[in-house]
């Protein structure tokens, strides 16, 4: 009898693992989009300073949570801000990646739809620092906060003025939370273990991280939210009757324990089809 801890089956044959090479190289180049695409948006100091100013005042006039408060939260020691610039510098990238991998060889057909919602996502988010360049909040001094990877280390950015390997002014969308969150519904989507929806500790960590560290405000993390919500109603994992993914369906009962005083509950295990297409 199989677990319910047990990851679900593998996906009938019919279902083709994308070519190796051609997937290196597609993957290869949504991160070195990701991570030289928005350098091509570069500058726009003073722009960007007055939209960090009216995106502070406009999470203000929403009443959102004060970034303040999970700063100050995370500098009464220094272990645990030095513990959260270390999360913000060295999980993003190897996460994601662990996770396509993982998909590339366990679960090919949802493999290439967290693939193409990943790639559509960051193309989107690509767009935003031309016309809404933004500061983020370690930068504004209104703000009150304080750039902890700089004071406790470990920093991924050296000076505006002279780093030359990332746009610093591209706070907005936070794909540093949209990657998590996908990760996260990827992994929940791909299983059906009842441990599953504890991946979404990963993007609430992550949002914690990437506030309390002054690197993005709250409606980073709610743009990115949105657009990913875009993607994933746009590119959806099939079923051979077009409906809900298995692991996210209910348990049925079956005709043939239906009458019985002990409801034995059993999964459904729709083969998917036409993702990998």
Do not use: C
Request: glycine residues 6%; proline residues 7%; hydrophobic residues 50%.
């Amino acid at each position: 009898m199989r677990s319910q801890s047990e990851p679900a089956s593998a996906e009938p044959g019919e279902i083709a693992r994308p070519p190796l090479v051609r997937e290196f190289l597609l993957v290869a180049g949504l991160f070195l989009v990701y991570k030289f695409g928005r350098q091509l948006a570069t500058g726009h100091t003073a722009e960007a300073l007055h939209n960090a100013h009216r995106i502070w005042d406009l999470e203000r006039t929403l009443h959102l949570p004060s970034e303040v408060d999970v700063q100050s939260a995370l500098l009464h020691g220094d272990t645990l801000v030095h513990l959260a610039n270390t999360y913000y510098a060295t999980i993003h990238f190897p996460a994601t990646l662990a996770f396509l991998v993982w998909l590339y060889l366990k679960r090919p057909a949802h493999y290439v739809w967290a693939r193409r919602v990943l790639a559509l996502v960051t193309a989107a988010a690509l767009v935003l620092p031309f016309t809404f360049p933004l500061a983020p909040p370690r930068m504004l001094a209104a703000s009150g906060l304080v750039d902890t990877a700089r004071l406790y280390g470990p920093s991924v950015y050296g000076p505006p003025s002279s780093d030359h390997l990332s746009n610093q002014f591209a706070a907005m969308p936070s794909l540093h939370f949209g990657w998590a969150l996908m990760v996260a519904i990827g992994l929940i989507v791909a299983t059906r273990s009842r441990w599953r929806w504890l991946w979404l500790l990963h993007p609430a960590i992550t949002l914690l991280v990437i506030v309390g560290t002054a690197n993005h405000y709250w409606l980073d993390a709610i743009v990115a939210t949105a657009m990913l919500g875009a993607a994933l109603a746009v590119i959806r994992p099939h079923t051979s009757s077009g409906g809900t993914p298995t692991s996210l369906r209910s348990p049925r009962r079956t005709a043939t324990t239906a009458g019985r005083g002990t409801r034995r509950l059993v999964t459904e295990e729709p083969a998917l089809v036409g993702a990998g297409r």
